[in-house]
């Protein structure tokens, strides 16, 4: 038995999240996968949206039915039984460092730790509100994550049938960018040796160096950049000029602290690209999503899909880097495992391309299905193949506009428009050429609005639904899709509500769709 | 059975078979009982067969365009456009059929053939055009167009 916990810290720690979880619904993650964050700025865009993904993928799954041998939704994303996979680390609101270690106090009482405390840190350091995050500054951050509550949730998930595993058994990624303040704080002190990977009160540790925890971590290295207005008016922030310089001084550190990481893996892109407007935190620090976040979800399921590891593991170290400016499908960082990269490469397109089309088909030409009658679509072939014998019109196995299904259809129409933005962010980065957001968007994508993506109507750009995947292809339209996938897929399984063999119906054509369209080389 | 070529091939035997029924074993029942007045009854049957056969050539020939439409690729995204072509069809046929009809009572009108036989070559005609165009279509049509005849909508 094996448990696998992903740990993301900081605004960058919730996107790898973003795109871990986006790739589990495609069926890539592996078959069950703990979550827990880690960001004192609860009301963080990237947080919030995460957050909310997270509850949408885990409703949607208890809603949503596979039909025989796809993989979609196939893992289990486990949250605290509480409901509480967010440490904020603060409990009240206006947190500074000098009240996180009752410096007033402090200096009455015992001045000679006051005026330790002034050495290590400047009076803005000292008083400068930590509600929005540690504001590059690791010093502060690394304060006040020394010791988390590993006896209540979210840690707690830890810990939870840990005597029933044995040794590497609880794999455990931690995540987080190392260039600025939350990540660069959090790595090194989730990551030390005696609080998960040999931690004595929760059996972690099963003595001669061995123990029942697999540490991998993603060092997480600059990789975008954004735009500062000259007139910011913050006390502490960070720029994209100070990156270079905090990586380098957290790798210095890190690689002079023994922490309890087995594997690391070492991801960046020096091609910076933007991904929006400054923001010091808050709601307003809600960015475009990055394929470096894709990768390191993807190393996060190399780590946990690697074979079992009976004895003390060694100590591994993982680096990725593009052969070219541009990235494709053939360039991502799968596996560790050579012989099987080529083997991942094509399961990986083509899953994240199946995801890819069912959700724009659905969302640009199913959901105006079932927004009319049944009377009115039994023109459609495939509607009428599916769901024109025993009809009936109050019955959930029946009719897809009826009872639950409706709410399926609710949840499914909003994860499909968070992964459709997700993905189409991907190609916004322009070096990244996994799918052309152009054949799939109608206008640019906003951030501020990520429910409002507006998506071209495949029956009036017909040709664009064979070019969204970037790949030597057949150039398929939309007739090809009706008349050879959508036509062809029936599904008579009488154990389904209506909806799930509706939204079942869409995916098989999909990957039908891409696979006559795919050119094989 | 909706399969190219297997359904126009049914449907050329259907249409086929009804005209061979209608103008070879019934032609000499259509054409010696009603009365005629100068026409020999060979001969009225020869304009019989001729305009049956007339009639059964236009079904074929629209039957054979639907299943060609039916099966193109675009069919798929324009289902209002096939049900107007169906219709167009369906409604052309029944005005082939009358004007084979008028046809008929306008090459015979001096034979003096009661109306009811005329009926009789209408109904024979109907069945010849737009009824096995319906048949036809409702059993045959290709996958993409299987639903839009009358009755299967």
């Not at chain 1, 803005?124 to 502060?140: A, C, D, M, V, Y």
């Not at chain 1, 088909?361 to 023109?379: M, R």
């Not at chain 1, 909806?499 to 869409?506: A, D, E």
């Not at chain 2, 032609?27 to 060979?42: C, I, V």
């Amino acid at each position: 038995m094996q448990k696998n916990v992903i740990i993301g810290i900081g605004g960058t720690g919730a996107r790898v999240i973003e795109s871990a979880i986006h790739l589990c619904a495609a069926g890539l993650g592996p078959s069950e996968l703990n979550i827990i964050i880690i960001d004192p700025d609860e009301a963080n865009g990237n947080l919030t949206h995460t957050k909310s993904l997270i509850k949408e993928y885990v409703e949607l799954r208890k809603k949503f039915k596979n039909k025989g041998d796809n993989t979609l939704f196939k893992t289990n994303i486990v949250i605290s039984p509480s409901g509480k996979f967010v440490w904020n680390i603060f409990q009240e609101k206006d947190s500074t460092l000098g009240k996180y270690m009752n410096y007033d106090n402090l200096k009455k009482n015992n001045q000679t730790l006051s005026d330790f405390a002034e050495i290590l840190f400047t009076e803005k350091e000292l008083n400068t509100g930590l509600n929005e995050g540690f504001r590059g500054h690791p010093s502060i951050g690394a304060v006040v994550m020394a010791d988390p509550p590993m006896d209540e949730y979210p840690f707690k998930l830890l810990w939870d049938d840990i005597s029933t595993l044995s040794a590497n058994d609880l794999r455990v990624f931690i995540v987080g960018s190392i260039f600025g303040g939350t990540g660069a704080a959090g790595f090194p002190t989730i990551g030390s040796r005696p609080l998960i990977k040999f931690n004595e009160k929760f059996n972690a540790t099963l003595g001669g160096g061995k123990s029942r925890v697999l540490l991998g971590g993603a060092l997480v290295l600059p990789y975008f950049s954004f735009s500062t207005d000259s007139e910011v008016d913050e006390p502490m922030f960070v720029t994209t000029n100070d990156f270079p310089i905090a990586t380098k001084a957290a790798l210095q550190y890190y690689n002079d602290k023994e922490l309890g990481f087995d594997q690391y893996y070492f991801i960046g892109d020096s091609l910076a690209q933007k991904v929006g407007n400054f923001s010091t935190g808050s709601a307003t620090q809600d960015n475009y999503p990055h394929y470096i976040e894709m990768v390191s979800a993807i190393a996060s399921f190399d780590f946990f899909n690697q074979p079992k590891i009976d004895d003390i593991p060694d100590k591994k170290y993982f680096i990725a880097c593009r052969e070219m400016e541009s990235v494709d499908w053939s360039m991502l960082p799968l596996t560790r495992d050579n012989d099987k990269l080529q083997e991942e490469r094509d399961r990986f397109k083509q899953k994240v391309s199946d995801f890819t089309i069912f959700a724009y088909t659905y969302l640009a030409y199913g959901k105006g299905i079932i927004a009319q009658k049944h009377q009115d679509v039994l023109a459609e072939a495939w509607y009428s193949e599916n769901f024109k014998k025993n009809f009936k019109e109050s019955d959930v196995q029946a009719n897809p506009r009826y009872g639950e299904n409706t709410d399926l259809f609710e949840v499914a129409e909003n994860y499909f428009k968070d992964f459709l933005f997700w993905i189409c962010s991907i190609d916004k980065n322009e070096n990244a050429h996994l799918i052309d957001s152009n054949n799939l968007l109608e206008g640019d994508l906003d951030i501020k609005d990520r429910k409002e993506i507006k998506l071209k109507d495949p029956t009036k750009f017909k040709s664009n639904i064979g070019q969204i995947i970037v790949e030597r292809n057949s150039g398929l339209n939309f007739d090809a899709f009706k008349t050879r996938c959508l036509q062809e897929t029936i599904i008579d399984d009488k154990t389904m509500y209506a909806g799930n063999r509706f939204l079942n119906i869409f995916y098989e054509a999909s990957k039908k769709f891409n696979k006559i369209n795919r050119v094989i080389k | 059975m909706n399969k190219s070529p297997l359904n126009y091939l049914i449907s050329v035997a259907i249409i086929a078979i009804l005209w061979v029924v209608f103008a070879i074993f019934m032609g000499d029942y259509f054409s010696q009982k009603p009365n005629l007045a100068d026409k020999t009854p060979e001969s009225f049957a020869n304009d019989l067969r001729i305009i049956f056969g007339i009639g059964a050539f236009i079904a074929i020939i629209c039957i054979c365009y639907w299943f060609y439409y039916g099966s193109l690729e675009s069919t798929a995204s324009e289902m209002d456009r096939a049900k107007r072509k169906w219709n167009g069809n369906f409604i052309f046929l029944i005005i082939v059929s009358v004007c084979l009809t008028v046809t008929l009572i306008i090459m015979n009108m001096k034979q003096g053939i009661q109306p009811q036989w005329f009926c009789m070559y209408f109904g024979v005609l109907s069945a010849l055009t737009f009824i096995s165009f319906w048949i036809t279509s409702f059993l045959l049509s290709p996958l993409t167009v299987k639903y839009i005849p009358l009755g299967k909508r």
